[in-house]
Nanobody, 122 residues
Framework: QLQLVESGGGLVQPGGSLRLSCAASGFTWNYYVIAWFRQAPGKEREGVSC????????NYVDSVKGRFTISRDNTKNTVYLQMNSLKPEDTAVYYC???????????????WGKGTLVTVSS
């Protein structure tokens, strides 16, 4: 059984930083992509960032470019989202999701975590 567990969310002031973690377990794939999505209150879910097995393929939504960095530790099957210069509009529930694929692209995913709440407020 494949599981994704997010952690690292919390309350942070504007301009602050958080690092989210997504720990993946219960699968034997030798390649996959993991992506972060978020859903703000009253808004639709949007893709934030994605990374592939090697880390060579990554992408970011325009609103977080230069502020967020996605990375992965393949030894631990864990993907991170370092979020800097946080803004109130970054407030959302952040979800990680996995797809058996070699490359990032598109929003169709196979499995989803349950989310972690990020609140950016003074």
């Amino acid at each position: 059984q494949l599981q994704l567990v997010e952690s690292g969310g919390g309350l942070v002031q504007p301009g602050g930083s958080l690092r989210l973690s997504c720990a993946a377990s219960g699968f034997t794939w030798n390649y996959y992509v993991i992506a972060w999505f978020r859903q703000a209150p009253g808004k639709e879910r949007e893709g934030v960032s994605c990374i592939n097995t090697s880390g060579f393929s990554t992408n970011y939504v325009d609103s977080v470019k230069g502020r967020f960095t996605i990375s992965r530790d393949n030894t631990k099957n864990t993907v991170y989202l370092q979020m800097n210069s946080l803004k109130p509009e970054d407030t959302a529930v952040y979800y990680c999701a996995v797809r058996r694929s070699r490359w990032c692209g598109g929003d169709a995913m196979d499995y989803w975590g349950k989310g972690t709440l990020v609140t950016v407020s003074s």
